[in-house]
């Protein structure tokens, strides 16, 4: 047995679970800051200097609010569904490579060969915390919400799975490590002008992965039930959706559910298009301990950044009809991801590099 | 009484019908013809016309004196001929002969031919001049004074006065908040002059100690030397004062009377049964004034009548049903309290129990009460007379409210008859169960010590007395105003008391106490000789009652209406 | 009759709704921007900022009892504002002056004087139908208690927020 890796291990879980929680804090924050700012509020600054410290305020909150049961409901499954809209979300996590070495260590828990299989295979287990939330709670609510939910995901499921695979066609590889190397090697996928931009070849190839990047990133955000597309819960036609039952923490893994799912996505978008924790004219952890830090840093800055999108956009746009959110799903995304393997499939085959 | 004059009507042929010119004669009010009996008085002939009339000094059960002007209007009477017959217009109408000067309506009775003009513009004028002099010395004492919101000053102040007052002198100073009696108080200054209550005090009080001192502006009403408005009937005085001179010293700075809800109801005190209104705010009585009812009590009532409700908010009310477990009384639910009586009862047969009944009771309450007893198989039940000083106007020597009623339906035949014989069988110990319903049996000569070595002694009362503390159960019960139910007055008059205030604590209605106890003893809800459905309401006691006893056929307690029926004449009762 | 609403005829960008978009969020960060820089007026920071000192003379606060120059409690009693009052926030049980007193010419006066501040809608009808100049609202706005208890307003206390008004209609005095 291998201490040394356990160790290793360990202490890279616990701090990144320590600096994704601390982020979904904080991103809560940033979400009712933002919000506020976009419609000229000011939002909380009560707590804490410019109120810095509303996060653990609500985390107070939750977790000294009365954890009731109510009385009408399958007990197990309700106490279960939390736990699965949350656990699935960080599980993800594991296989994102979060920075390049640190002390020579590479700095992703489980660097596996079947990385983004193993990220859709855990996600798709996020859903089953929503329908069980909303056939547990044996109420008309949760219930359509948990219907709605159901359709949704594994509607956007397609898509998600179909837009990433150009990506694999062009790297050869599952391994997430891979696709960042490939990128530090070659150019960010959707910015040819990193890297040797005065090959063609690259350009030709930037369109499919522009495609791909745009359907990825907003099959992301139906995954998280993010504005436009948050009908599982939508508050005007369904009070709180599925988690209209839940009280207290239960409510409160839910909703930090959300913002870990929120997390997980943008980590994964920045890997598979945005270069990872790669910045140009940055040296990588080899170069000292120093640059490795600097290394976590620009990816996490980088998800900062996708997360600030996410929040703009649920601000900005209305959400979507029911029956508009399945067309768009069904006959559109998919058929544009679909044909944008051919397209990346010929452009590989007939313009070789 | 008012016959309206249709306009195609001819004149003359109502002139020669024998039969109507006979009783009646034709008044011009406001340009229409109507027809009233002679003898009516002017001011009462425009009300029924339907033009109001404003006064003060005129109250129609007292004399006309005249002496407020209030009610001038503008008067014509036909326009002779040389014939001596009145001369006819081309409506075929006698033509009226208008009066330059205004009239006073209250002191004038209608003619024939008689024509007024109450709204016209020399009218209204002299109504503002009125209402002018009026308020001159009149204080601004509204927010203070108790009339505020019934005062005839301030309502015929909005509709005839003027908004600002001309006068730039000094008011003239009068004495305020004196004591004319032990129950009214008197501030001079609001005083208009009427001589209402002067006449009061002549005509229907006979007790003259009113009048008028000084002269002029300076005049003010005083009682005479040595002598006090202290009459049994003195608060009439400030019932018919139309503005706030006058006021009840009981009712003095009490409640507002815009906040008081009013019930109709009668006074319970003696026999009479005065027609009252209840003023009442949030479950608390605040006064009780007269309701006129020609055949009961015309408008007035007496002192103590009307006085005669505090005893209803007292803090000796029984709040709890209570009773007796060990060697003294503990408080419990109804059905404990009505099951611990009813097993009680079980224990004796019936020439074991007395039933002390009172002629406080509705007739409801009665005839449940003489229902128990036959379900008990009682023999000796009576009632508790009462009596006290009465007087020739309208208080009865009979205390009781429904002694009638409890003679109609045999709860006894002599009333206090059967007294004697409830004491010594208590007192020799063959009676063994004693239910007290509204008595006190301590007033009827026997000793708390007798009471307590009953082994049975079932308590149904308002008010904690020293009777209570001997008792095995204790049953709270409701008052007059906090009731229900119908009571036979001293001249055969059914009348109804309405619900004006709810019982306090968890005192219950005494026929649902009664109805429970039946139920409770018998097991049943019906009569014996099943009747069609049981008593869940005052209504069914009534109905039920009504089955029995003849006098009550086909009414019920809505069709008795708030003046009440005449169920049998005086002469049955005297 | 049913009204039909046609549908605008959209052409292919507008279809895309790609342009909409981009022309919403750009909304949306530009009020982010000039929210960020400081360039948007924002509400008053309350308890920080207060508006005391430009509070109109008009402002409806809290209802409180008055005392005149004489120092006599200007309310009478007469219950015309525990009447008025939409909520019924006003409880006033009377009393009766005692004749030796130096105001025994008024006769009556608040025994008890209670606003409920849980109730109150600061109307002002009571401040209106008062015939004694007696009852006024004040700036008082931040009424705060810890209990129901607390938010009922005794004599003592409105008279405390009252204070004296000077200027009122002396009515009562001996020449009147």
């Known amino acids: ?353 | ?574 | 009759m049913a009204i039909t609403v046609s549908r605008p005829k959209l052409n292919w960008s507008e279809r895309l709704y790609l342009p909409a978009i981009a022309a919403g969020m750009a909304i949306t960060i530009k009020h982010f921007k000039n929210m960020l820089f400081g360039r948007t007026k924002v509400t008053m920071q309350y308890p920080e900022e207060k508006w005391d000192s430009h509070m109109p003379e008009h402002y409806r606060g809290a209802p409180a009892l008055v005392r005149d120059d004489t120092g006599r409690v200007r309310c009478v009693a007469c219950q015309l504002c525990e009447f008025i009052c939409p909520p019924r926030a006003i409880k006033i049980i009377p009393g009766e002056i005692p004749a030796g007193d130096r105001f025994a010419k008024v006769e009556k006066f608040p025994h008890e004087f209670d606003i409920d501040m849980i109730r109150c809608i600061y109307c002002g009808l009571c401040e209106e139908v008062c015939p004694e100049q007696a009852i006024y609202l004040r700036k008082d706005y931040a009424i705060t208690g810890f209990t129901r208890a607390d938010m009922v307003h005794n004599k003592e206390k409105l008279l405390e927020i009252g204070g004296v008004m000077h200027g009122v209609v002396l009515k009562w005095n001996e020449k009147k």
């Not at chain 1, 320590?18 to 000011?42: C, H, K, W």
């Not at chain 1, 219930?143 to 837009?163: C, H, K, N, P």
């Not at chain 1, 940055?282 to 620009?298: A, C, E, M, R, T």
């Not at chain 2, 129990?353 to 406080?360: D, M, T, V």
């Open chain 2, 1 to 574: 009484m008012l016959v309206e004059h249709e306009q195609e009507h001819d004149y003359e042929t109502l002139m020669a019908d024998p039969a109507t010119s006979a009783q009646l004669v034709n008044v011009q009010i406001n340009g229409v013809w109507h027809q009233f009996p002679k003898g009516t008085r002017l001011i009462e002939a425009c009300e029924q016309a339907g033009s109001y009339i404003p006064r003060y000094c005129y109250h129609k059960k007292l004399t006309s004196p005249g002496n407020c002007r209030m009610c001038l209007i503008e008067m014509g009477l036909p326009k002779m001929g040389p014939d001596r017959k009145p001369e006819l217009g081309e409506d075929g109408k006698p033509v009226i002969n208008w009066m330059p000067r205004p009239q006073i309506s209250c002191a004038q009775d209608v003619s024939e031919g008689l024509g007024v003009r109450t709204d016209s513009p020399l009218a209204q004028e002299c109504r503002k001049g009125v209402m002018e002099f009026l308020l001159i010395n009149h204080p601004l004492d509204c927010p203070i004074c108790d009339q505020a919101g019934e005062c005839r000053l301030q309502e015929f102040s909005v509709e005839y006065g003027n908004a600002e007052s001309r006068f730039l002198e000094n008011k003239v100073k009068k004495p305020k908040n004196i004591e004319l009696g032990p129950r009214v108080t008197l501030d001079d200054e609001r005083c208009i002059l009427c001589s209402r209550c002067i006449r009061f005090c002549q005509e229907i009080a006979h007790d003259d100690v009113l009048g008028f001192i000084d002269r002029g502006s300076h005049s003010v009403l005083t009682a005479h030397p040595g002598k006090r408005l202290e009459n049994n009937y003195s608060l009439n005085t400030v019932d018919i004062c139309p503005v706030g001179a006058l006021t009840s010293s009981d009712f003095r700075f009490q409640m507002r009377v815009w906040f008081l809800k009013e019930t109709k109801s009668f006074c319970t005190s003696c026999a009479t049964g005065c027609n009252t209104i209840i003023g009442t705010r949030q479950d608390a009585i605040y006064r009780q004034t007269p309701r006129e009812n020609n055949a009961v009590n015309s408008s007035w009532m007496c002192d103590y009548g009307r006085l005669n409700f505090g005893y209803l908010q007292s803090d000796k009310r029984l709040l709890q049903p209570e009773i007796l477990s060990g060697d003294k009384l503990i408080a419990a639910e109804w059905n404990v309290a009505i099951t611990h009586a009813a097993v009680q009862l079980k224990h004796f047969s019936g020439w074991e129990i007395a039933i002390l009944a009172s002629g406080r009771m509705t007739n409801e309450e009665l005839w449940l009460t003489s229902r128990l007893a036959k379900i008990l198989g009682v023999e000796l039940i009576d009632i508790v007379p009462r009596q006290g000083p009465g007087d020739d106007i309208l208080l009865s020597t009979d205390r009781n409210p429904n002694m009638n009623g409890a003679q109609i339906l045999g709860v006894t035949r002599w009333p206090g008859a059967r007294l004697r014989d409830i004491t010594d069988g208590i007192i020799s110990g063959r009676v063994k169960a004693l239910v007290a319903l509204g008595e006190n049996p301590i007033e009827i000569g026997l000793t708390f010590a007798q009471l307590q070595a009953l082994p049975a002694f079932v308590v149904m009362n308002l008010l904690e007395d020293e009777s209570i503390s001997a008792a095995t159960a204790v049953l709270p019960s409701f008052g007059f105003a906090e009731k229900r139910g119908s009571m036979i007055n001293g001249k055969g008059r059914l009348q109804r008391l309405n619900r004006s205030v709810r019982g306090p604590g968890e005192a219950r209605d005494d026929w649902e106490i009664l109805r429970d106890l039946i139920q409770a003893y018998s097991g049943q809800n019906s009569e014996t000789d099943s009747r069609p459905g049981g008593i869940h309401s005052i209504e069914d006691v009534f109905r039920q009652m009504s089955e029995s006893f003849p006098q009550f056929a086909g009414l019920s307690l809505s069709k008795i209406g708030d003046l009440g029926v005449q169920i049998f004449g005086t002469e049955a009762t005297r």
């Open chain 1, 1 to 353: 047995m291998d201490y040394f890796f356990l160790t290793i291990s360990l202490v890279k879980i616990v701090a990144l679970l320590a600096v994704v929680l601390g982020m979904m804090n904080y991103t809560v924050y940033a979400e009712r800051r933002i919000s506020a700012l976009i419609q000229d509020r000011l939002g909380p600054n009560r707590v804490g200097p410019a109120g810095l410290f509303q996060p653990i305020a609500d985390a107070a909150k939750f977790l000294l609010k009365e954890d009731f049961t109510p009385g009408h409901v399958n007990k197990f499954y309700y106490w279960l569904a939390p736990c699965l809209a949350m656990i699935p979300a960080i599980t993800t996590l594991a296989v994102v490579p979060f920075g390049s070495t640190l002390f020579g260590v590479p700095m992703v828990i489980a660097d596996i060969n079947v990385g983004v299989l193993f990220v859709f295979a855990i996600a798709s287990l996020g859903v089953y915390g929503i329908v069980i939330a909303g056939w547990s709670s044996n109420s008309k609510y949760p219930f359509l919400g948990g219907v709605r939910s159901t359709s949704q995901m594994i509607s956007y499921e397609l898509s998600l799975g179909l837009a990433v695979i150009p990506v694999f066609l062009l790297i050869g590889q599952l391994r997430l490590s891979e696709v960042v190397r490939y990128q530090i090697e070659h150019g960010w996928m959707i910015a040819p002008f990193v890297g040797d931009w005065a090959n063609p070849h690259k350009w030709l190839l930037a369109i499919p992965m522009m495609i791909s990047f745009v359907v990825f990133t907003i099959a992301i955000f139906a995954e998280t039930n993010r504005l436009p597309f948050d009908l599982p819960e939508a508050e005007t036609e369904l009070v709180g959706g599925y988690h209209t039952e839940y009280g207290s923490m239960k409510f409160g893994l839910f909703f930090l559910g959300e913002y870990v799912a929120m997390i997980t996505g943008s980590a994964i978008i920045v890997t598979l298009f945005l270069g990872g924790w790669h910045f140009p004219s940055i040296p990588d952890g080899s170069h000292g301990w120093g640059w490795g830090l600097v290394n976590i840093f620009i990816f996490f800055s980088k998800v900062a950044v996708l997360l600030f999108v996410f929040i703009w956009v649920r601000w900005t746009l209305p959400r979507f009809r029911y029956d508009q959110l399945m067309r768009l799903g069904w006959v559109f995304f998919f058929e544009i991801a679909l044909a944008n393997i051919f397209l990346a499939a010929i452009i590989l085959a007939y313009f070789p590099q």
